[in-house]
């Protein structure tokens, strides 16, 4: 009847608007095979996300190395932290340095604590990049089971230029690579070789994700760690390193053990300067180093 399809077209209308937020991204694919959300600006609403989290008393513990001449990032790391990284909720840092006296005096918001770890010097840069698995994994096992809900492991040659708060958080959760997140999957730079343990073959893989970020619930982080550390003694065994160190053995895990949440290239941009049409907001970037001034030889 009439009276029938007009109170159809109007209360579609009215209530349509309000049950799907109208959210979403057409441009980019926002779900993986595996249905787990891929988050990109436009497809959360940050005012109903952070009012669900505000309910729950979560710590999110953060955890970032600086060793050697890395220290140097480290005030622009926090200070960004502070300005754009889960504002409103409890963070814990933990910053592992060689050098706990050069660690900037950084002015922390309420809610908000640091605790430094002093770890001996390491020469070679591999050692590392990949000895941050094995800390990782002792410090949720030995320390953050009653200090913390979620965890996220982030590069220090970084910086926050926009929002990073809870629609990050999920039980297991990686970061697409900012070189990658557009090619197919021959690009991908996986370790090729079948005698590394982070060996994926030709016609394996969905995403080639960072090494710069990952997190998620203590129990999958810890499950996380410990495996690539494991992983990476039996390449030392067999004198073999993978191609992009702890990276390749990530991507290995996230090949068997799915991510439940991705995070978009917005969570981890390449420098500031570089553009991209499906990037609407950058929130987090690697920072463009000097290589040859900040790495030891
Ligand atoms: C020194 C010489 C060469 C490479 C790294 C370092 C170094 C690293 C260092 O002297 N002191 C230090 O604290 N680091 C820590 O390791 C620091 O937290 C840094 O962010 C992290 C990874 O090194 P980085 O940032 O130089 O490597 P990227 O940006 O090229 O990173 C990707 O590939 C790495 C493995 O090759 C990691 O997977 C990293 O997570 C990826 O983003
Ligand atoms: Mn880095």
């Not at 926002?30 to 436009?42: F, H, K, R, Y």
Request: a negative charge; hydrophobic letters at 40%.
């Amino acid at each position: 009847s009439l009276s029938g399809l007009i109170y159809w077209v109007i209360t579609s209308i009215w209530f349509g608007n309000h049950l799907t937020g109208n959210l979403g991204r057409t441009d980019v694919a926002s779900v993986t095979q595996w249905l787990a959300p891929i988050v990109w600006e436009g497809t959360f609403d940050s005012t109903v996300i952070d009012s669900i989290y505000k309910q729950q008393n979560i710590t999110v513990a953060t955890t970032v190395f600086a060793l050697g001449k890395y220290t140097r990032f480290l005030k622009d790391f926090l200070e960004s932290a502070e300005e754009h990284y889960f504002v409103g909720f409890r963070v814990h840092y933990y910053l592992f340095t060689d050098q706990p006296e050069e660690v900037p005096n950084v002015k922390l918001g309420q809610e908000r604590y640091l605790t430094v770890k002093k770890l001996p010097s390491m020469n070679r840069w591999q050692d590392i990049s990949m000895s941050r698995m094995g800390i990782l994994e002792k410090l949720i096992k030995d320390e953050l089971a009653s200090e913390a809900d979620y965890i996220f492991c982030l590069d220090v040659d970084t910086k926050f230029h926009g929002r990073w708060s809870v629609e990050s958080l999920g039980r297991l959760v990686g970061v697409i690579h900012p070189w990658f997140f557009d090619a197919p999957r021959f690009i991908f730079t996986y370790e090729r070789r079948p005698e590394s343990q982070a060996y994926i073959p030709a016609e394996e893989g969905d995403y080639y994700f960072t090494g710069a970020a990952f997190g998620g619930s203590l129990e999958d982080v810890h499950h996380l760690t410990k495996t690539c550390r494991e992983q990476m003694n039996i390449d030392i065994a067999n004198s073999i390193e993978a191609i992009w160190h702890e990276e390749s053995h990530l991507n290995k895990y996230f090949l068997h053990n799915k991510p439940s949440k991705l995070l978009s290239p917005e969570y981890l941009w390449r420098d500031i300067s570089m553009s991209s049409g499906y990037v609407k907001i950058i929130r987090f970037s690697h920072v463009a180093k000097n290589n040859a001034e900040v790495r030891p030889n």
